[in-house]
T-cell receptor
Framework: EAGVAQSPRYKIIEKRQSVAFWCNPI?????LYWYQQILGQGPKLLIQ????????DSQLPKDRFSAERLKGVDSTLKIQPAKLEDSAVYLC?????????FGEGSRLTVL | GNSVTQMEGPVTLSEEAFLTINCTYT??????LFWYVQYPGEGLQLLLK?????DKGSNKGFEATYRKETTSFHLEKGSVQVSDSAVYFC????????????FGQGTELSVKP
């Protein structure tokens, strides 16, 4: 069974530029999560989707971050404009029956 | 609020040593508790879980017991191997939170031969 796919694996941008990350969850998983993992910290939930609807986006900085999940499958997370403190690994996870499966993450460096 | 606190790392052990990584939690209600592991260059993987008080989760020689009275879920292994070198995350979820996980800060384990 294919796992959660994310791209790109690595991205380096200047501050104030924009960036987008893509996630393809495990087939059949209705719930999709985006987490932000800053170096030395545990992952923090940014947004949770159930199919193509948002369940929880209370921790998403909506002035610069946006996410969508069209057709209830793939999802994209966008940051515009990026700040230095956005440097982190962005993890996508999907779940079925309560167990979360994580992708390898997309590492963002903002210079 | 709900939170998880882990012992700070890095933890460095010799092969075959006994491992304990402490984890305590604060939660409104009765959480389910998890340990996730992140090997170098890989994604987070579920290591073990426990869903109610006194439950013991176990996998790959690792164990953790859900202690409601001390709000703890310490990870233990009797004899670590070099291949256990990774970052370990304790996490919780609450039944009414849609499955979202709240993580501790992670503990890096390095096992030397």
């Amino acid at each position: 069974e294919a796992g959660v796919a994310q791209s790109p694996r690595y991205k380096i941008i200047e501050k104030r530029q924009s960036v987008a990350f893509w996630c393809n969850p495990i087939s059949g998983h209705a719930t999709l999560y985006w987490y932000q993992q800053i170096l030395g910290q545990g992952p923090k939930l940014l947004i949770q989707f159930q199919n193509n609807g948002v369940v929880d986006d209370s921790q998403l900085p909506k002035d610069r971050f946006s996410a969508e999940r069209l057709k209830g499958v793939d999802s994209t997370l966008k940051i515009q404009p990026a700040k230095l403190e956005d440097s982190a690994v962005y993890l996508c996870a999907s779940s079925l029956a309560g167990e979360l499966f994580f992708g390898e993450g997309s590492r963002l460096t903002v210079l | 609020g709900n939170s998880v606190t882990q012992m700070e790392g890095p933890v460095t052990l010799s092969e075959e040593a006994f491992l304990t990584i402490n984890c305590t939690y604060t939660a409104t209600g009765y959480p389910s508790l998890f340990w996730y592991v992140q090997y170098p260059g890989e994604g987070l993987q579920l290591l073990l879980k426990a869903t109610k008080a006194d439950d013991k989760g176990s996998n790959k020689g690792f164990e953790a017991t859900y202690r409601k009275e001390t709000t703890s879920f310490h990870l233990e292994k009797g004899s670590v191997q070099v291949s256990d070198s990774a970052v370990y995350f304790c996490a919780l979820t609450l039944y009414n939170q849609g499955g979202k996980l709240i993580f501790g800060q992670g503990t890096e384990l390095s096992v030397k031969p």
